[in-house]
């Protein structure tokens, strides 16, 4: 009994092996068919019978002029073991790559690529492919890097050497006799005719600088620690071991990870900035593949699909094949000194990362407000850097703490403020109300569409601010001041409120700067009659956001369940990031605006309250005697803020 077992489990594992050793001989035949195929003289059976005749062949054959696309479409094989997809190599099946690898031929003259994008969307396999081109086709002393040597390790043990041992041609090549002596095949050097490569850590100085090198592959830069054993970056540590190389190739790619410390997004700024662009396949809409254009219903990650933004419809992922076969690199700074590419997981091949898989992370994050789930999601799927704002988190967050006031104005509310942002073709208005502690309830945010320059929006304006809003208690509450953009159509805007100034509604210029406080108080009435404010936005926002992570008490922001505070209104309110820059030795903070994004319901808050902070209401006498927590960015804010406070307005 226990010697049948074991008999039939070794014929299946013969088996199993004839079957491996069959696919290894088609695979062989067919590189060996693609290779020769123009220099057949008998039918190819013949010929392929033949060793005599290959090696005939391929001594006299001249090397065709190939690029890295073309060689590995020509000669590499994937393993079984590592690769997704198991055979012959196709770049059509990554088209995105093509660019990259044409880049880091020999024939092309840029010296470095960068490239920062999301998890298992081929861009490592694309370095092996170099590598073996480099074997193969064009030998030169390369090193490529890791995070650790441990990492570097298992990255030969698990892709390139089971990639190498498919490709028996390339394997003999490597490690062969030198000059009567023994040249090395180890897990960190690879010795080939004419060149070498090292497999370095980025945590070991010594694995870096033992060399020169004119090709260079800097794997997950971001993770690289930023000094090691005292002798700087390991990436610069790298990148000078190429500087006598004229022809020399950098090729840095990563995820992103922290966005204060990332080393890749600004080596991305500072390139091309290229991203993969699609034809929508019902209207042919170039646009490049954006999270905020991937669509679900009922938190169902199956449902997942992108919206054309140009003619509105929804695009299936099968559909992903077409668009990425049809896709091209387009740049933002196409002038820059060298190419930099951005790509997410969501361009993963059909059959691979779905986009459902995508949206199914995203919503753990959101539903267990994991903030390490989230980092994850945005690192490894977006290929975004994670700033500590999380401000994508915030948008569906927010949603979800929207209220039922049980009337128009919640309870708590002392003062409602109203603002209105212009626009050419629409107002955008916001009622807000306000209670102790700057704790705040949004009670309508609406838009009056219409040409600006006539004056029927504006009527309507008027309306809103002029309107009573009613509380649980039965009373009505007026909006006691508002604030109108005067940025745009300046004279109308004081037109508007000149005659209504008696109502407290004042024009309020947008202004940037720190140190100011939030506004700023006109000396004297201007020459249209009105009292020009002007408005610190970049402390406001700064306010907002910190606000925004407030879940309990002073400084809380709440929302009305009205379906006027949609999906949009939140994305708009959580649009811009702040950026910190490292300029002369002190940090410079920006609000930034990403491409692509609205802002105008974060504008029409500050503006809120810009207006709050002109009435200056003493909520604390008003209401309740104990302090309201101060939630303020900096010693200097406040003793500024406290001088405005001070003066009062009348
Ligand atoms: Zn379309």
Redesign the pocket.
């Known amino acids: 009994m226990i010697v049948s077992k074991k008999l039939l489990k070794k014929k299946v594992q013969q088996k199993a092996e004839q079957k491996h050793e069959r696919n290894k001989e088609y695979y062989r035949k067919k590189r060996l068919k693609r290779k020769y195929g123009k220099l057949y003289v008998g039918t190819k059976d013949e010929n392929l019978k033949s060793p005599v005749y290959g090696a005939f062949v391929r001594a006299l054959a001249p090397k065709p002029p190939l690029l890295i696309d073309e060689w590995s479409d020509q000669y590499r094989v994937l393993p079984e073991i590592s690769a997704h997809e198991a055979g012959l190599w196709r770049t059509d099946r990554f088209p995105f790559l093509r660019r990259i690898m044409q880049l880091l031929s020999p024939a092309h003259s840029c010296q470095q690529v960068v490239v920062m994008k999301g998890a298992q969307i081929g861009f490592t396999e694309a370095a092996i492919n170099y590598m073996f081109y480099t074997i193969d086709y064009s030998p030169a002393p390369m090193l490529y890097a890791q995070k650790t040597l441990v990492d570097t390790g298992v990255f030969v043990k698990q892709r390139f050497e089971p990639s190498l041992d498919e490709m028996p041609d390339l394997a003999r090549r490597v490690g062969t006799q030198s000059r009567g002596r023994r040249t090395g095949d180890t897990a960190t050097i690879k010795v080939f005719p004419g060149g070498m490569i090292r497999f370095g850590g980025a945590n070991s100085a010594a694995s870096l600088r033992s060399m020169p090198i004119e090709r260079l592959i800097l794997d997950e830069e971001d993770s690289y620690e930023s000094d090691i054993q005292e002798e700087g970056s390991p990436s610069e540590l790298a990148i000078r071991r190429t500087a006598n190389f004229p022809k020399r190739k950098i090729y840095r790619l990563s995820t992103p990870k922290i966005k204060e410390t990332s080393v890749i997004e600004p080596l991305f700024e500072g390139g091309t900035k290229e991203r993969y662009y699609v034809p929508?396949?019902?209207?042919?809409?170039m646009d490049w593949i954006r999270w905020d254009n991937i669509k679900w219903e009922n938190d169902d990650p199956s449902t997942a699909q992108l919206v054309?933004?140009?003619?509105?419809?929804f695009?299936d992922e099968r559909e992903k094949t077409y668009m990425l076969m049809h896709g091209e690199w387009r740049a933002e700074n196409p002038d820059a000194p060298y190419p930099s590419f951005h790509i997410s997981s969501l361009y993963s091949p059909y059959g691979f990362y779905k986009w459902s898989q995508a949206v199914d992370l995203f919503l753990r994050a959101h539903r267990t407000h994991d903030n390490t789930l989230l980092k994850t999601f945005v690192n490894t799927v977006l290929g975004e850097t994670w700033s500590e704002s999380g401000r994508i988190i915030k948008a569906n967050a927010l949603m979800d703490k929207k209220e039922d006031y049980g009337a128009e104005v919640a309870e708590g509310v002392v003062i409602l403020t109203g603002a209105a942002d212009i626009q050419k073709d629409r107002i955008e208005a916001e009622i807000v109300g306000w209670g102790r502690g700057m704790e705040s309830w949004g009670i309508e945010y609406a838009v009056f569409r219409g040409d600006t320059e006539r004056p029927q929006v504006w009527g309507e304006l008027d309306a809103f601010f002029n309107r009573g809003w009613r509380t649980k208690n039965g009373s009505i509450l007026p909006v006691s001041i508002a604030a109108v953009d005067s940025g745009f159509l300046t004279k109308l805007v004081y037109e508007f409120c000149r005659i209504r100034a008696h109502r407290n509604i004042f024009p309020v210029k947008g202004d940037e700067g720190w140190g100011h406080g939030y506004i700023d108080r006109p000396m004297r009435m201007n020459k249209y009659g009105v009292w020009p404010f002007r408005a610190f936005v970049d402390e406001i926002k700064n306010k907002i956001y910190s606000y925004l992570q407030i879940d309990e008490g002073a400084g809380r922001c709440h929302w009305s369940r009205k379906d006027c505070y949609d999906k949009a209104y939140f994305g708009q309110l959580t649009s811009e990031y702040l950026d910190r820059k490292w300029v002369n030795g002190r940090y410079r903070l920006r609000w930034i605006l990403p491409q692509g994004r609205r802002n105008e319901a974060l504008d029409v808050r500050c503006l809120n309250i810009a207006a709050l902070n002109i009435l200056n209401p003493q909520f604390d006498t008003l209401q309740l005697p104990d302090q309201p927590q101060q939630v303020s960015m900096g010693g200097s804010t406040r003793r500024r803020r406290r001088r405005i406070v001070s003066r009062g307005i009348s």
Request: hydrophobic residues 10%; negative net charge; aromatic residues 0%.
């Open positions: 929508c396949p019902h209207c042919g809409h054309c933004q140009e003619c509105g419809c695009i």
